[in-house]
């Protein structure tokens, strides 16, 4: 009998998983340092009216917005804190 002819096995690509393991910190960490220094949309309208409606004259040197994410995690961290009742 003849046997089939033997198939070598599919060699899995690796470097792009590897590479995309390494670059994934960096993309999470831009994504985080954008979203501190965005304000959210309404915010950002809240701050247009109330620079509007003062009719000062004004000039933003600093934002810093703390969205969901921060606040979950502080709030998620804060249940890991054991509470003393007094």
């Known amino acids: 009998m ?3 002819p033997l198939v070598p096995a599919a060699r899995r690509r690796i470097w792009p998983w590897i590479l995309g393991l390494c670059l994934t910190p960096f ?3 831009a994504v985080a340092v954008g979203s501190y220094v965005t304000l959210d949309r ?3 309208v809240l701050r247009q009216h109330v620079m509007t409606a003062s009719g000062a ?3 933003t040197k600093i934002q810093i917005s703390v969205g969901r994410a921060t606040l979950g ?3 998620a ?3 890991l804190v054991d509470h003393e009742h007094v």
């Open 73 to 75: 995690t502080v709030r």
């Open 42 to 44: 309404d915010a950002a």
């Open 57 to 59: 004259e004004w000039d």
């Open 77 to 79: 961290g804060l249940h």
């Open 27 to 29: 993309v999470v960490l």
């Open 2 to 4: 003849n046997q089939p």
